[in-house]
């Protein structure tokens, strides 16, 4: 399983987050995951999470620290 998530239109609200991020509304990912790093770009942010993401369903959102 991989440990990133992207997040559209979020940069000004995840980059350079620390903490944790909660992912609601999916499929399989529900949960609280501890931020490594979030680093903006081309109009997303990757945000990298300590925790292994269980599912490769891509839905549901993510709610910034």
Do not use: H, M, Q
Request: charged share 10%.
């Amino acid at each position: 399983p991989g440990k990133t998530f992207t997040v559209v239109d979020a940069t000004a609200a995840l980059n350079d987050a620390t903490g944790s991020i909660t992912v609601a509304g999916s499929t399989g990912n529900d949960g609280t995951y501890t931020i490594v790093s979030a680093v903006s770009g081309s109009g997303s942010t990757v945000v990298t999470v300590s925790e292994a993401i269980p599912s490769a369903t891509v839905d549901g959102w993510v709610v910034a620290p």
